[in-house]
Nanobody, 121 residues
Framework: QLQAYGGGLVQAGGSLRLPCAIS????????IGWFRQAPGKEREFVAA????????YYTDSVKGRFTISRDNAQNSVYLQMNSLRPEDTAVYYC????????????????WGQGTQVTVSS
């Protein structure tokens, strides 16, 4: 299972680092992705990393601000979020997929509980 944590309240322009702890999975060929869901909106893709190749993928609105990374030793994936904006406010989730370039929620599984990120203006 995957578990996201590390959310909180931050002012616009600030930073947060979200860990996604991974357990009970084989790490061969997994894609670990971050999604977010704001109130009244659908869950949307944020970023993903391929566990073996290290290739990364981002939605356009976070490119240059967010960085996804993996730590094999810690069995974790991290989402470093800089220059946060009020529109980044959402519950953030991590999940796993089987193929690279997976960007839709139905392509992912092993969702854990999300973590709330609130960016104040």
């Amino acid at each position: 299972q995957l578990q996201a944590y590390g959310g909180g309240l931050v002012q616009a322009g600030g930073s947060l680092r979200l860990p996604c702890a991974i357990s009970g999975l084989s790490f061969d060929d997994w894609i670990i992705g971050w999604f977010r869901q704001a109130p009244g909106k659908e869950r949307e893709f944020v970023a993903a990393v391929a566990w073996i190749s290290g290739n990364t993928y981002y939605t356009d609105s976070v490119k240059g601000r967010f960085t996804i990374s993996r730590d094999n030793a810690q069995n974790s994936v991290y989402l470093q979020m800089n220059s946060l904006r009020p529109e980044d406010t959402a519950v953030y989730y991590c999940g796993s997929a089987w193929h690279e370039e997976a960007i839709y929620p139905y392509e992912y599984e092993n969702w854990g509980q999300g973590t709330q990120v609130t960016v104040s203006s």
